[in-house]
């Protein structure tokens, strides 16, 4: 890399930083949409048909977020990394001539690192809200299903002792008669 004196220096920190940049957003649309696929595919498992089976179970894409996410940070951490470097450059004796330039292009990198962070922090913030919901439903879910399953037989029970006691009731109206007013 050149000296950091050189306008050499200076293209190739923005080299960086637009590479940088660029790599954020495909991994930010990437994450984007990882995390609307977990949310639909929790939800396409109430229908159990072919058409709405997630092709991804949920350990898989929890894996891939937290994957995801660490990329993503580690990109951010670079792209700061760089525009730490482009601050030092313009506080450099013998760029003061250049400094609005300079100032300018540093200051559009700091507004699309802090995008790019906010994007992220909020993407990741509304899954791990959903996954949060969706855990919660589904341990809710599961108690439902395991109360029915095991109070089947009190039910049924229920059932045959309901039918029976309306037999007898019936049988006991018909057979004695209907009382008369007297």
């Given at each position: 890399?050149?000296?950091?004196?050189?306008?050499?220096?200076?293209?190739?920190?923005?080299?960086?930083?637009?590479?940088?940049?660029?790599?954020l957003d495909l991994k930010?649309?990437?994450?984007?949409?990882?995390?609307?696929?977990?949310?639909?595919s929790r939800d396409g498992?109430?229908?159990?048909?072919?058409?709405?089976t997630p092709l991804l179970?949920?350990?898989?894409?929890?894996?891939?977020?937290?994957?995801?996410?660490?990329?993503?940070?580690?990109?951010?951490?670079?792209?700061?990394?760089?525009?730490?470097?482009?601050?030092?450059?313009?506080?450099?004796?013998?760029?003061?001539?250049?400094?609005?330039?300079?100032?300018?292009?540093?200051?559009?990198?700091?507004?699309?690192?802090?995008?790019?962070?906010?994007?992220?922090?909020?993407?990741?913030?509304?899954?791990?809200?959903?996954?949060?919901?969706?855990?919660?439903?589904?341990?809710?879910?599961?108690?439902?299903?395991?109360?029915?399953?095991?109070?089947?037989?009190?039910?049924?029970?229920?059932?045959?002792?309901?039918?029976?006691?309306?037999?007898?009731?019936?049988?006991?109206?018909?057979?004695?008669?209907?009382?008369?007013?007297?």
């Amino acid at each position: 890399m050149a000296g950091i004196g050189s306008s050499n220096y200076w293209e190739d920190l923005r080299k960086q930083a637009r590479q940088l940049e660029n790599e954020l957003d495909l991994k930010l649309v990437s994450f984007s949409k990882l995390c609307t696929s977990y949310s639909s595919s929790r939800d396409g498992r109430r229908g159990d048909t072919l058409d709405t089976t997630p092709l991804l179970n949920n350990s898989t894409q929890d894996r891939m977020f937290d994957t995801m996410s660490v990329e993503i940070e580690q990109l951010l951490a670079k792209l700061t990394g760089v525009n730490d470097k482009m601050a030092e450059y313009t506080n450099t004796p013998g760029t003061a001539s250049l400094n609005a330039a300079l100032m300018h292009t540093l200051q559009r990198h700091r507004d699309i690192l802090q995008d790019y962070t906010h994007e992220f922090h909020k993407t990741k913030g509304n899954f791990l809200a959903i996954r949060e919901r969706e855990d919660l439903l589904g341990s809710v879910r599961k108690d439902i299903e395991t109360y029915k399953t095991g109070s089947g037989v009190n039910n049924r029970r229920t059932e045959l002792f309901l039918k029976e006691h309306e037999h007898l009731r019936n049988t006991s109206i018909s057979g004695t008669g209907n009382p008369s007013p007297s």
